[in-house]
T-cell receptor, first 113, second 111 residues
Framework: EAQVTQNPRYLITVTGKKLTVTCSQNMNHEYMSWYRQDPGLGLRQIYY???????DKGDVPEGYKVSRKEKRNFPLILESPSPNQTSLYFC????????????FGDGTRLSIL | TQLLEQSPQFLSIQEGENLTVYCNSSSVFSSLQWYRQEPGEGPVLLVT?????EVKKLKRLTFQFGDARKDSSLHITAAQPGDTGLYLCAGEQSAGNMLTFGGGTRLMVKP
């Protein structure tokens, strides 16, 4: 089954404790991205990757890092999480960014205390 | 101010009613997508519109792309409780650019 898998689905942690949210897709998609979703703001792009070893900042990259060592995986790293990063996070993938349908994971709800 | 403004933000209606939600911008988009998101899940693509004035139908859902490609609407006929969810529009400003999402319209259809 074609899917985008995120882990964990839920995480409560404390300020400053490094965390990683994993994202994996099995559709051989080249393009992957991370979004955060906050009430009334829709989805805002954090980082995206056009292919292996090619990443770039989206609209709200501050406080986040990503890596793309393999085509299928695109982890999101919060080196020193802060409460303003409490949000619902989505990973998405597609064959390309230009108008192709984005396939989303089921989301990761992060709470930073 | 968001690049894509969706209205209304919230809509609660009775089963069987018709409704229209809007996605507006002052910018031109080369394509526009509509997604529906249910609680605990990621957004799922409903449709992509590409040509100004284009109308696409998906059962009881009718999507229209404005002639100037700056706005779009989603009309639902005879809404059902299963239509409940968050509807998001997302636009691509020019070929190869990233998608920009609107703030969403949260629809509740009561039986």
């Amino acid at each position: 089954e074609a899917q985008v898998t995120q882990n964990p689905r839920y995480l409560i942690t404390v300020t400053g404790k490094k965390l990683t949210v994993t994202c994996s897709q099995n559709m051989n998609h080249e393009y992957m991205s991370w979004y955060r979703q906050d009430p009334g703001l829709g989805l805002r792009q954090i980082y995206y990757s056009m292919n292996v070893e090619v990443t770039d900042k989206g609209d709200v990259p501050e406080g986040y890092k990503v890596s793309r060592k393999e085509k299928r995986n695109f982890p999101l790293i919060l080196e020193s999480p802060s409460p303003n990063q409490t949000s619902l996070y989505f990973c998405a993938s597609s064959f390309s960014p230009d108008g192709q349908p984005q396939h989303f994971g089921d989301g990761t709800r992060l709470s930073i205390l | 101010t968001q690049l894509l403004e969706q209205s209304p933000q919230f809509l609660s209606i009775q089963e069987g009613e018709n409704l229209t939600v809007y996605c507006n911008s002052s910018s031109v988009f080369s394509s526009l997508q509509w997604y529906r998101q249910e609680p605990g899940e990621g957004p799922v693509l409903l449709v992509t519109v590409v040509t100004g004035g284009e109308v696409k139908k998906l059962k009881r859902l009718t999507f229209q792309f404005g002639d100037a490609r700056k706005d779009s609407s989603l009309h639902i006929t005879a809404a059902q409780p299963g239509d409940t969810g968050l509807y998001l529009c997302a636009g691509e400003q020019s070929a190869g650019n990233m998608l920009t999402f609107g703030g969403g319209t949260r629809l509740m259809v009561k039986p």
